[in-house]
């Protein structure tokens, strides 16, 4: 992961992951102001097709894309420019996994929020619903893009897998709880002008703290996503700090 410098005013090609809940939005929202809108690509969920979209493009318009962000830009990493960096932000996965039930029952748009609301489902019951591949080590399976089941079939096997992946195609990879110094090093990485605020958006307003959380409760978040415990404990001891 060692950075490289962009000379020049124009910023380098980059590629960021936004893993969801970990602070995305508001690097979505710092990096898209960076960058001309024309040569940004943008990838979410809510529009289906991006990606199969992106990769059938000619080489010529794929790699005139200078910024790919959103969830799942890691599929498209083999179909950028040769030159482009690629980044990312982890998250503590109880820390993340409490900020997705409040964020869920916050949005009444949000894909997962009837099924909650109507179920009537506690924190422990939606980390446990499988009613997502979001719930359930989605930072290991995106990485790999596999699913939970065939991520848990070697579980060591596949934590060992994403790391790799993450060392050797991520030039930065950060974590939410320092997200300034994760910044800032994608700027040195592309040399952004722009300077980091320390804003954070879409914050979840009523979420319970960690500290108020119960064993239990933890107990059964770690376990349904002990992989992704695994990859950011090796993530958060190398992250920009």
Known sequence: MTPFFQSGPRPGKLLFEHVPKCGGTA?????????????????????PGERETFKALPES??????????????????????????????????????????????????????AVVSRKLSLREYAASNLSIELRNNMVCRFLGIGPDDAERD?????????????????????????????????????????????????????????????EDRRVIEEHNALDVELYRRVAEVAPA
């Open 27 to 47: 690097t979505r929202v710092f990096l898209e102001r960076q960058y001309a809108r024309r040569s940004i690509y943008s990838v979410y969920d809510r529009r």
């Open 61 to 114: 318009q794929r790699y005139a894309y200078d910024l790919i962000i959103g969830h799942g830009a890691h599929d498209l990493l083999d179909w950028c420019a040769p030159d482009i960096v690629a980044a990312t932000v982890l998250r503590q996965p109880v820390d993340r996994i409490v900020s997705h039930y409040y964020y869920v029952q916050e949005r009444p748009e949000h894909y997962l929020h009837e």
């Open 155 to 215: 579980p060591a096997r596949s934590v060992d897998a994403a790391w790799e992946m993450l060392r050797s195609r991520y030039r930065v990879v950060g974590v939410v709880e320092r997200l300034g110094p994760a910044m800032n090093a994608i700027r040195e990485a592309v040399g952004l002008v722009g300077a980091w605020s320390g804003e954070r958006t879409n914050r979840t307003k009523n979420r319970r703290p960690l500290e108020a959380l119960s064993s």
